[in-house]
Each structure stands twice: as C-alpha cells, then as structure tokens.
C-alpha cells in the first residue's frame, strides 16, 4: 500500500490522469504502479495456489480435500489473469498495441475473474456447509429410498401414515425438511413392523431367506414380502412365535440406511421373489408355517 500510494502521488495524482488502467503505460509511474500490485497480488496467488495442490492431495476425501482444490483452481485462474495483465502492461509501455483487452468483454477478466473469484470463497466456506450439504443430499436420497417399502406397508394398514403418500414426481421435487421426513418414514416403517404386520412375520421365511442369503437385509426383505402378502389374505403366523426384526442402528441415518436396503431388496432381490414363489407354492397346504420351508 505504501508503494501504490507514493507512486499513485508522484505519477498519476501529479498530472492529472482521469484514471490509471493499464492502457495508460506511458504514462509517468503508471508501469510502476500496477507492478506493485502485480507483484503482490501474484505472491498472495502463488501461496494459495500451492497450499491448494500440496495438502488437497493428501488430504481425506471430503469438503476440506475439495475445498483445497476449489482454492488452488481460483488461484489458477487469478494467476492466468495476472500474467494477462503483466504482458498488456509491457506491451502498451513499449508502444504496441495487444491485440486483446485487459478488461472489458474483450479481455479475460472479464470472463475469468468471477469464476476464479467464486471458485476460491466456496473452497474457503466448504468445510463449513459442505457437510451440511451432504448430509441432506444422503437423506434425501433415503428417504427416496424408503419409498417402495413405505408405500407396501401404508397401502397393508392406513394407520402407520401421518400425511398420505404424495405423487413420487412431487415428493422428489419438493425436498424440504428433509430430516422430518426422512425420520417419520422411518418411524413409520418400525410401527409397521412392530404393529400390524408383527403377527404376520414367519419366522421360517426368515430362516429360509437366512440359507440363501444369510444375515442382511435382503433377509428381513423377504420375510417382510411374505408378510405383507400373509397381512392381505389375512393369514398371520398363528400359533409361531412372530420373526423380530430389528438392527443395530445407533442413529438416524444408519437406520434409514438400512431401512433403504431392505427398501431395494424388496423391489429387486430375486431371494424375495422366491420366498414368495415359495410362500404360493405351500400356500395351499399351510400358508405361513414351518411346513412352507423346511430345514
């Protein structure tokens, strides 16, 4: 500052200049001046530009690590601008004319800066509401994800549901309180379970499902398939001692998570499809009993 200041002084404020954009290279300490800035602007760029490519390559993946590399990026492109800006300046001092502009729509900062300039502020905030961000991204995904399950339960029993199933079109484009209602589907589908449905879940289709594709969710899908099937003919376990479904979620999204896996399995894995195929095959035997699925 103390440098632009005395040079501003002796040069343009001394004879009158109207302004002192690089266009005006001959005049006297106009040159000086924007080297000055030049110089330090560049020294401030060159600093983010290396602390941006050095610790964005080995930093966790994440919104530090992407953080870095949107510091480093802007850094790059302000550089791109100084260095423009260094050659305008040498060739209008030595009296040619670029061929370019140094601003305006013709110059590239008109273009480069905005991006550069947004590029280095995310990457400086990203680490604050980057997080925040994925984290509604991931809910609002699971709670897409719940969907299928959610909509078999609530179309078995009513009662589970606080507000009606909306279209899916206008679920997916209205992502609003997120957490809500990522947490009531949640919720929702436990009282399922844990309610109208308890009675109907075999606790041979869950062995069954165990034999063909051990512990995980795509078992609890099929036992949950099968007792939605059991809940609309009216079939429960009977005398069996219910299946208890449950995991060992110690939070919210870990649940859901889970939740959203089962969701998947029961529109997708062909383990569902054949306890089912299964279930109709016994059905007129002895629907929902050990004699469906023997060991």
């Known amino acids: 500052m103390a440098g632009m200041v005395t040079l501003y002084v002796l040069g343009p404020l001394r004879h009158g200049l109207p302004d002192i954009s690089t266009q005006r290279a001959n005049e006297p300490h106009v040159v000086e001046y924007h080297l000055v800035m030049i110089a330090y602007i560049g020294t401030a760029l060159v600093g983010l530009l290396w602390i941006g490519t050095r610790y964005g390559r080995h930093a966790a993946r994440g919104s530090l690590r992407t953080g870095l590399w949107f ?22 001092a030595a009296d040619r004319t670029p061929p370019w502009g140094d601003a305006g729509p013709t110059g590239i900062l008109w273009y480069f800066s905005g991006p550069a300039v947004t590029l ?10 980057g ?21 078999r339960m609530y179309r078995a029993c009513h009662d589970i549901a606080l507000i009606p199933p909306r279209p899916a079109v206008v679920e997916a484009l ?16 436990r009282d399922a379970l844990i309610g109208p449905l308890r009675h109907y879940l075999d606790p041979a289709v869950l062995a069954y499902s165990q034999r063909l594709a051990g512990s995980g969710p795509t078992t609890e899908a099929a036992c949950i398939a099968v007792a939605l099937r059991a809940h609309d003919r009216r079939q429960p376990v009977g005398d069996h001692e219910p299946a208890v479904l449950w995991s060992q979620a110690a939070d919210l999204d870990s649940e859901a998570e889970w939740l959203a896996s089962i969701s998947r399995s029961v529109v997708r894995s062909p383990v569902v499809t054949t306890a089912l195929a299964h279930t109709e095959a016994g059905a007129t035997v002895s629907p929902c009993s050990n004699q469906l699925f023997p060991s």
Request: hydrophobic share 55%.
């Open 71 to 92: 510091i480093a990026a802007g850094a790059g492109l302000m550089l791109v601008v100084m260095a423009n800006r260094l050659l305008f300046l040498l060739l209008t």
């Open 120 to 129: 280095v502020n995310a990457g400086l905030t990203i680490p604050r509401w």
């Open 131 to 151: 997080p925040r961000l994925a984290r509604w991204h991931r809910r609002y995904h699971l709670h897409l994800q719940l969907r299928p399950l959610w909509i």
């Open 174 to 189: 209205l992502p609003y309180r997120v957490t809500f209602h990522l947490h009531r589907r949640v919720v929702e589908i």
